[in-house]
């Protein structure tokens, strides 16, 4: 069976993106992996919150222009931290012949990491760009972990966790091959 990825951009909305910590340096990332996905022929999938906070149609909901979806590329709507809840996330990327799934976004330990552990559950294979996800801009010392911190322990925790029949990489975008990624699963 062929090996297929698709991009996630995980909520990178105008709001979100003006809390997020790195956020030049993320989207810029984002941005590169896009270009390079899209050069393949990979699908990029873009999955933008609606909720009181991020109403539907206002500045602060749409992505921000420098990710903001092509026509023609799918855009999954959700309520909740889950982009597999309640959408056609699942039905969408099997509709494309998705197998692996590449992860980048906001909110590091809410979205991207809630995403990713329901795309294992509904059998895809997950690569999280380390250096492509981001949380929000927050002291350094207080009850949350600081953004670095947080980054880091989650792709520490992306690189142990075990899966039974999936595999799970923590991949610098400057490895994420889209091109060697399509060889057939072993």
């Not at 996905?37 to 602060?60: F, I, K, M, S, Y």
């Not at 749409?62 to 979806?69: D, F, G, I, M, S």
């Not at 590329?73 to 959408?87: I, Q, R, Y």
């Not at 692996?100 to 795309?119: L, P, S």
Request: net charge negative.
């Amino acid at each position: 069976m062929p090996h297929t990825p698709a991009l996630l951009v995980i909520d990178m909305q105008n709001a979100l993106v003006a809390i997020a910590h790195r956020a030049a340096e993320t989207v810029a990332v984002i941005s590169g992996l896009r270009e390079r996905a899209r050069a393949a022929g990979v699908p990029v999938v873009t999955v933008q919150q609606q909720d009181d906070e991020l109403e539907v149609g206002t500045e602060r909901w749409r992505v921000t222009p420098e990710l903001a979806p092509d026509a023609g590329e799918t855009v999954v709507h959700k309520t909740s931290p889950d982009g597999f809840l309640g959408t056609d996330l699942d039905r969408t990327l099997r509709a494309l012949g998705v197998t692996e799934v590449v992860v980048t976004g906001f909110a590091t330990e809410i979205c991207v990491d809630t995403t990713a552990r329901q795309a294992l559950s509904h059998q895809y294979d997950v690569v999280l760009v380390a250096d492509g996800h981001t949380t929000s801009v927050r002291p350094e010392t207080g009850e949350y972990a600081s953004p670095n911190d947080s980054i880091a322990h989650h792709n520490e925790i992306f690189r142990h966790l075990g899966f039974p029949g999936r595999s799970i990489r923590v991949l610098p975008a400057s490895e994420v091959d889209f091109a060697a990624t399509r060889e057939p699963r072993r």
